[in-house]
Each structure stands twice: as structure tokens, then as C-alpha cells.
């Protein structure tokens, strides 16, 4: 039987303790080595050097592996057969170089992994609790991670509950408990038994771990620690949960596939065509032949591949990733940081995400008048104001409402470290407080007062359970009152009059008004509570029973309370759904609150929306659930595995689903989402752990900005992939052009001498072409990006035209470089010379390019000047790529050679016509394929 089910004598007796005694030194050291300590187990996270030795095995990596082998393969025979130590050294430059290309990528991932692992770490770290346990027959303070079943706890106002309890004592006990429930409101602790079936925020005899005590007192025994608590089920359901592949990792996946296979088709067809050409011009194939093909078939492999893609990518995350933290979000994987741009659904938690999970005085009812309150949360600044116009209001219309609430209360607010104010005590108590000090009145100010209003407390009957209600007795000079509050059915019940407009009126003539008001309230989804007092003699104040006191009441006024949305959720909201995201709550709360409080934000536009409950979901094959999902906004009283359900209902019709959260309860949720979402000021750790994107401000905006910056950063990464694989088919159409058209020597020229050799290929792709391609990673978006929709993230990257103007870019090019080193082997140029004729002619062609890849139109749309990173990065791979044909060390590694200045202006210059033919030409005649 469940703890919950069974006597509170039962279980100290299974537990094998004592109610008086507790556990001894001896058997709690015993039930630690049994249990383990009280703390969650955090999942594994895998090593940096594993995250290291993973990058070194990313598909297009394998191929240049491959090349970094045909290269020693080629320098093996260099040296072995044919003894050319020159060519030899060579090749073995080549793969130093290549190796180099490998490093500098997987040292980028394994850098960003632990630049996130270790702002994680910053975020979470925490100290230990301590908490008060009886040993030994003795109260005494011990570290909470040593708790162990059978312990007996003692908890006051403000403890943190360190692990799952059964209550055996309670002296006005109330557990917020909002972390795994997602209800807002406090629970009130019995120490009766339940019924077995009973759901877990309804088990009020048991206290769970991670909640906190805001009101009273009491004693537990500890019924389970670690993992096998309630929050430890829910971390352990979370580990369970398996990540998924964020939308851009599946892009780049199948680009990847797609390259890898064409780069293989691209080199046998070349190695194949040499060794038949051979065959056919000497009737066999030789060793020395297929090994005359290795350079070019190097050369080919590097140039079919864009290599620098891992690299850029990272970098443009990265850039991602810093705008990102500048809106105050830190995103532990760069994957994700695009996510959020392709994101369709945001499945948000509503209390402490959309809400404030601050319980707030927003209206009230004194003196026959409504009354609305400016302001949210625990901060104690906003205006009183009559909801009626024209209404002559007094402060002494709603002072006698508000002296009563402050003064029968012991809650308090303070500033925390931080300067932030922090509430003590009972939710709506706290409330209550805020709204005293919104009327410039607090509890201690009127108590210090002198004269004729000198207060003294002088007896307080707590609030129960039972009887609904606190009340509190107080000398007022040489007068006595009682102070009364609690649930308006019950006050009413106990009052004989009620004051409305400055008049005493009879009760059962007042009962329409207040529950008119009542009702009013409890429409908009606010708690209420109502406030009276009674005029006592001395004999009553001092002598007479709680049950004599509390009749005869007059009542002041009724309060409206809610955890109020946050004020900039729904500007947010309708942006997003502007922006074709829609926003669905889903919370443990109850229906009527979740529903009026969609209904606020714009979440839903009718305020009788249908709501789904949790128990309805649990009785939904998953075939129905799938056909409910779309259409509903507002999902209530919903545990964690309803949350995963509806989670993967959504992804079953393909949509890209982000969830936020900051209990417990929302974190497998958070695991089983493209993207999970953490509050980092009130989220828990385990909810940290389990997200991608962690909101330092706890701001819903920040997710709007945030999917922004993901579409911004999308479309950037399109950009750069246009002109990675633009030069990548212009390189190895060059290479391919002068395999299967130079058939015999040109000059001085072999017709086994490759347009570009593979050290060549490796600085376009990983200077002159990357370096202006990362900075279009700071480019801001041509176009609103917030007004279009979401990308399909089951199209290819290549579609919209793409591989069609990628293809006819890159042809054009290609064949500018071949005929250039066509050209300069006509010229009588030497090898080195026609190679860097076509290499230089390349690189301007592709730095031309890059103005024209960074739009979806033509250059002529965008302003050359408005990115000051690419113009330097441009300049920088131009200058670099001029000097290296200068420098001798340079001339023998890469092949190069200094050219005349004549052949540097045209190899400078006469690549930028395609560029600028191709884009007037789409310009004038709005030819989308290019």
C-alpha cells in the first residue's frame, strides 16, 4: 500500500523509526549505504575529448581522411618506386595540410561544447541545504544529501522540503508544491490518511521533495530520498526520454549523404576515364598510370566536398549564439540555436513562464465600489483606481478594506541579494502585503503608530483548514476589533452586515452585490478572498471563544487574486502567431484558470475555449490524441507523461515543437521537444539540465527574439551554403574540364597536370571562401523575418531554386577558371604559373561571388557597405590569397608562382563579370532559377 494510504502509525512502524526518538547514528550510517544519498542522479554527460574524437568521424571528415590516405599512399610511391622526393614531399604537404583542416574543425566543436558545458556549470551550481532531523533523540542539523527513509524532519516557514514525506504533525502547514504540479496556489497539509488512488496534488498528507513551506509548520517522517522520490521518478522518466535531431543536423545530414555521393560518383568517373584513355592509347593499364591519376583524383575528392562546411556552420551558430546570450539566452547546443527559426508550436508551462508565479491583488471590491490594481508580482509599486468612472473615491473608501488585510497577517516581502523582492509567508497573505504597500500602508506602520490609532496585537486564531478563515485581535486605542479573512462563502455566512457606500447593510440585502462580485471574479479566473472586522468590548477581546468572536461580522470588501501573466507575453504571443508559431499552454493548473488566462494573453480569442484536462488524455487512444492535437490551445490538470504525449502527437504531424518550462514537471517534456526551453532565475536544475535554450531573464520575449534570430540565422546559413557549393561545382567542374579536354601537353604543360592542386582547393574552401562566408553570419535579414512563415524542415536546403542557381553560378565559374588556365597554358606559362592563373582566378571569382550569395535576389538588392565583417573579411582573403603567389615558402607548398601585373589586374578583375552579367540578367528578366 502507498504511504499516502496508510496510518501515520503505520508507516513510522514499516519505516522501522521512532515518532519521538527518530533514527540512531548508527542505522541512519546503515540506511545511507542502503539507499545512497539523498540527491539526483544527474545524467552522464559525455566527455569533451569523446565530443573531440566524434567530430574527427563526421561524414565529410571520412573524406578527407580518405584523401589525407591517397596522399601517403601517393607519397609512399613517390619515394619507393619512382624515388621523386620532391613530388613525394609534396603529397606528404598535402596530408599535413588536410590534417590541419581536420583538427581546426573538431578543436571548434570541442571548444563551443565546453564554452556551453561550462556556462551550464556556472548557471547551476548550488550549495547544500541543511535540514532539522531527530537522532538520537536529538534535534540536529545535517546535511540534507544525507537523509535516509525513517528519518524524522522538522520544517518551518521557508524551508526547502529535501525529500518526500509523510506528515505527522501540522500546525497550519502550506507546501508550494507549483514545481511538479504546476499549480500556483499553496496546499494546505493534513496528516489523515487517503484513499490509494489518490492523485499526487491532492495527496495533502505527503510533502514532496523540491517544494517549499510558505505558511506554518511541521514534522515528517522521510518515505523515500534520491531517485526513487517523486522529483527522482520525473528525472528518471527524463533520462529515459531520447534527444532529438534538431531540424538543421537532419538538413546538413542528408546535404552530407547527397555531397559524399556525388563527390564518390565525381572521382571514379575521373580515375575511370584516365586509366580507359590510357588503355586505349597503349593497350593496358599500369601502376604508374593509375598512380599518375592519384593528385587529380585528390584534388577532386577535396574539391567535391565543401570541407569548410562543419567549420562555417559552427562559426554562424556561434555568431547565433552570442545574439542569442546579448537577449539574454543560453543555448548549450548550436544546433539548436536555428531550431527555434524553424519552430511551428511553442507548448509552454503557464505558471512561472507565461505567469509571473507571483500571486497578485489585481482587483477588489470595498465600499460598494470596484476597484482595479496596476502592477504584477511581489514588486510594491502600482496605482488603486475606481473601475467605474465618474466616481468621486476616497482613500477611505478602500483604507478600512486594506488595513484589515495587512494587519490579520503574518506574511511579509523583503529584497533578496539581488534587490529584488521576495515574498514570506502564504501566497495570498503575501498578496495582500503587496497591495498595502501599493496604498503607501504597511503592517508595521500601523502598528507604530501613536495616540488615539497606538495598535497592539493581542491574539491571533491561525487559520484552519476547517473552519476557512484567520482572524486576529487588535487594540486600537482604547477600542478592540477583530479582524477577519477568509473564503467569501464562509464570511458571509459568519457577517450580519456588509459596508457599501459608506452604509451598514444588512446582510441578506448585501448577498446579491457580493456575489454578484464573486462571480465576477471568479469568471476572470481570480481566487477570492474576503475581509471583515467586528467592533469588540474588552471582556469579548481578551475572554471570549474563537467561535463566539467570529460571528457578527461586518464585511469590508472582497479581493480578486491571480498569478498575474506576464506583461510582455502577449505582445510576444502576437508576434509569434504572426510569425505563423502558435502558442499552446499546457499546465497542471485547473481548467478555468489556464482557460481565462489563454483567454488574457491571446492565446485563445474565445473565453470558452475548449480546454482538455489531463484525465481526458489519459483515457485517448494515441490515434485520437493525434486528431485532437491541432486544434486545441489550452491543455489543464496535465501530469508530465500527458505532456510528452501531446509533445510527440504534435511532431507526428511533422510539426517542430518548442517547450518551455521551470518545474520539474515540465522537463521530460523539455527532453522530448525539438527544443526545450528552461527558465534560469526560477527553473530547477533538473529543468536546466534537460533544456537547449536557457532564458536568463525568464522572459517569454526572449523566446520571440529568439526565434528571430533563428530564422536570421537560417537564412544566413542558406546564404553560405550557396556560396560554399557554388565554388565547390565551380572547383571541380575546373578539375573535370581539364581531364576530359586537355588530352595532350599545352606548352609546358602535362595533360595529366591538374587545373588546381588539392593545397590549392584546401585555402579556397578554408580561407578565401570561408572566411567571407562566416561573415555573412552577422548579415540582418532582407526581409521581415517575423512576417513570413516557418521553414518546412522536410525540404531539402537545396530547394527554392537553390541547387538550380548553385548549379549555373558555379558552371560559370568553373569554366572561367579552366579557360583561364587554358589560356595561360596557351601563353607558354610554366605549371606553377597556370595553376595559380586559375587558382587566383577562382578566388576573385568566389569573393565577387559572395555579394551576390548574400541575397535571395540579386547583389544589386543589398548594400555592399552594410556589413562591415564581410568587406574585411573579403579584403583579407584577397590580400592573403595575392601574397601567398609572392612568398617563396608558399610557391612550395601550395604550388604557386609570382605573375606579372598585368595577369593580376585580369585575374582580379574579369572575374566579377559572370557574377555581374548573371545578376543583371535576373534582375532585368526576374529569372528565378538563377
Known amino acids: 500500500m502507498p504511504m499516502h494510504s496508510q496510518h501515520r502509525q503505520t508507516v513510522i512502524e514499516r519505516l522501522k523509526t521512532s515518532r519521538h526518538g527518530g533514527l540512531t547514528t548508527t542505522e541512519a550510517h546503515d540506511r545511507l549505504k542502503e539507499y545512497g544519498q539523498n540527491e539526483i542522479q544527474h545524467e552522464l554527460r559525455v566527455p569533451a575529448w569523446r565530443v573531440f574524437l566524434r567530430s574527427l568521424l563526421e561524414p565529410i571528415i571520412i573524406i578527407l581522411w580518405i584523401a589525407i590516405g591517397l596522399t601517403l599512399v601517393s607519397a609512399s610511391y613517390d619515394f619507393i618506386v619512382k624515388n621523386d622526393h620532391a613530388h613525394g614531399m609534396a603529397a606528404i604537404y598535402e596530408g599535413i595540410v588536410i590534417l590541419i583542416v581536420i583538427l581546426v574543425n573538431s578543436s571548434l566543436t570541442y571548444w563551443q561544447k565546453l564554452k556551453a558545458q561550462k556556462s551550464l556549470d556556472a548557471l547551476s551550481a548550488i550549495s547544500r541545504h541543511q535540514v532539522n532531523v531527530l537522532r538520537d533523540e536529538t534535534w540536529q542539523k545535517i546535511d540534507a544529501v544525507d537523509l535516509v527513509p525513517g528519518d524524522v524532519v522538522d520544517v518551518k516557514i521557508g524551508d526547502f522540503i529535501e525529500a518526500d514525506l509523510r506528515w505527522l504533525t501540522v500546525n497550519e502547514l502550506q507546501i508550494n508544491e507549483s514545481h511538479l504540479t504546476g499549480e500556483s496556489d499553496a496546499v494546505q497539509k493534513t496528516r489523515d490518511s487517503l484513499a490509494a488512488d489518490t492523485e499526487l496534488g491532492s495527496r495533502t498528507n505527503m510533502g514532496f521533495s523540491g517544494s517549499t513551506v510558505v505558511n506554518g509548520g511541521g514534522i515528517g517522517v522521510v518515505t523515500a530520498t534520491g531517485m526513487n522520490t517523486e522529483l527522482g521518478k520525473i528525472a528518471d522518466l527524463l533520462q529515459q526520454t531520447k534527444q532529438q535531431k534538431t531540424p538543421i543536423e537532419q538538413t546538413v545530414s542528408a546535404l552530407t549523404k547527397r555531397l559524399m555521393f556525388a563527390a564518390g560518383l565525381v572521382v571514379i568517373v575521373a580515375i575511370s576515364y584516365d586509366l580507359v584513355k590510357e588503355y586505349l592509347n597503349t593497350g593496358t593499364i599500369t601502376v604508374v598510370g593509375l598512380m599518375n ?15 569548410a562546411l562543419p567549420v562555417v556552420l559552427s562559426i554562424v551558430l556561434t555568431i547565433g549564439a552570442r545574439v542569442l546570450a546579448r537577449n539574454k539566452g543560453l543555448i548549450k547546443s548550436l544546433s539548436s540555436v536555428e531550431t527555434l527559426g524553424a519552430t511551428t508550436f511553442i507548448a509552454s508551462d503557464k505558471t512561472g513562464t507565461l505567469t509571473k508565479n507571483e500571486m497578485t491583488v489585481t482587483r477588489f471590491f470595498a465600499n460598494g465600489i470596484n476597484f482595479a490594481v496596476d502592477g504584477n508580482g511581489y514588486d510594491p509599486v502600482g496605482e488603486i483606481h475606481a473601475v467605474e468612472t465618474g466616481k468621486d473615491v476616497q482613500a477611505t473608501d478602500f483604507l478600512p478594506f486594506i488595513h484589515s488585510g495587512i494587519l490579520n497577517n503574518e506574511a511579509q516581502i523583503q529584497r533578496d541579494e539581488i534587490g529584488n523582492y521576495a515574498p514570506l509567508g502564504n501566497p495570498t497573505d503575501v498578496a495582500l502585503v503587496v497591495l498595502g504597500h501599493k496604498a503607501q500602508v504597511s503592517r508595521d506602520d500601523l502598528l507604530g503608530q501613536t495616540g488615539d490609532q497606538d495598535r497592539d496585537i493581542l491574539r491571533i486564531l491561525p487559520f484552519e483548514s476547517t473552519r476557512k478563515m484567520m482572524s486576529t485581535i487588535v487594540k486600537v486605542g482604547n477600542r478592540y476589533e477583530l479582524l477577519t479573512k477568509g473564503a467569501p462563502d464562509v464570511v458571509m455566512r459568519h457577517a450580519a452586515n456588509a459596508r457599501l457606500a459608506d452604509q451598514l447593510v444588512d446582510i441578506a440585502a448585501a448577498n446579491e452585490v457580493l456575489e454578484q462580485q464573486i462571480l465576477s471574479y471568479a469568471n476572470d479566473a481570480l481566487r477570492t478572498i474576503a475581509v471583515a472586522q467586528r467592533e469588540l468590548t474588552q471582556d469579548e477581546a481578551l475572554n471570549a471563544t474563537q467561535e463566539e468572536l467570529e460571528q457578527g461580522l461586518t464585511i469590508l470588501g472582497i479581493a480578486g487574486i491571480i498569478d498575474p501573466p506576464r506583461p510582455e507575453v502577449q505582445k510576444s504571443i502576437a508576434t509569434l502567431r504572426k510569425a505563423s508559431v502558435e502558442v499552446v499552454m499546457i499546465t497542471g493548473d485547473h481548467a478555468a484558470t489556464a482557460r481565462a488566462i489563454a483567454y488574457r494573453l491571446g492565446i485563445v480569442k474565445d473565453k470558452q475555449a475548449q480546454v482538455v484536462e489531463g484525465r481526458e488524455i489519459e483515457s485517448m487512444t494515441a490515434d485520437e490524441l493525434f486528431a485532437l492535437v491541432p486544434d486545441v490551445r489550452v491543455y489543464a490538470r496535465v501530469s508530465p507523461e500527458h505532456k510528452q504525449r501531446i509533445i510527440k502527437a504534435l511532431q507526428q504531424h511533422e510539426q517542430v515543437v518548442a517547450m518551455t518550462g521551470d518545474g520539474v514537471n515540465d522537463a ?59 565554388t565547390n561545382v565551380a572547383e571541380v567542374l575546373s578539375i573535370l574540364l581539364g581531364t576530359f579536354l586537355i588530352t595532350r601537353p599545352i606548352g609546358h604543360i602535362s595533360e595529366l597536370t591538374p587545373t588546381l592542386t588539392t593545397i590549392m582547393v584546401l585555402w579556397v574552401n578554408m580561407i578565401s571562401d570561408s572566411l567571407p562566408s562566416f561573415a555573412l553570419g552577422y548579415d540582418e535579414p532582407e526581409q521581415d523575418i517575423m512576417a513570413v512563415k516557418p521553414r518546412d524542415v522536410k525540404r531539402s536546403v537545396l530547394a527554392d531554386h537553390l541547387l538550380s542557381r548553385v548549379l549555373i553560378r558555379g558552371f560559370v565559374m568553373g569554366l572561367a577558371v579552366f579557360v583561364a588556365f587554358y589560356w595561360a597554358a596557351k601563353s607558354g606559362m610554366q605549371q606553377n604559373e597556370a595553376q595559380t592563373v586559375a587558382f587566383l582566378t577562382l578566388v576573385f571569382g568566389q569573393l565577387w561571388h559572395v555579394f551576390d550569395a548574400r541575397s535571395e535576389h540579386t547583389l544589386f538588392r543589398r548594400d555592399p557597405f552594410s556589413n562591415p565583417y564581410l568587406l574585411a573579411a573579403v579584403l583579407f582573403a584577397a590580400i592573403s590569397s595575392l601574397t601567398i603567389t609572392l612568398l617563396p615558402f608558399f610557391n612550395t607548398l601550395m604550388g604557386t608562382s609570382p605573375l606579372s601585373w598585368q595577369v593580376y589586374l585580369a585575374v582580379i578583375f ?9 545578376s543583371g540578367i535576373k534582375e532585368l528578366f526576374k529569372i528565378k532559377i538563377w
Open 293 to 307: 591519376n592519384v593528385s587529380g583524383a585528390i584534388a577532386l575528392a577535396v574539391a567535391s566536398i565543401p570541407d
Open 668 to 726: 521530460p517534456a523539455l527532453r522530448a521537444a525539438d527544443i526545450g526551453i528552461a527558465m534560469g532565475i526560477n527553473g530547477t536544475e533538473v529543468t536546466k539540465d534537460s533544456a537547449d535554450l536557457i532564458l536568463l531573464d525568464d522572459k517569454f520575449t526572449t523566446i520571440e527574439k529568439s526565434v528571430a534570430a533563428g530564422r536570421t540565422i537560417f537564412a544566413n546559413i542558406k546564404n553560405f551554403m550557396r556560396q560554399e557549393l557554388t
Open 910 to 918: 574579369l572575374p566579377a563579370i559572370p557574377t555581374f552579367i548573371l
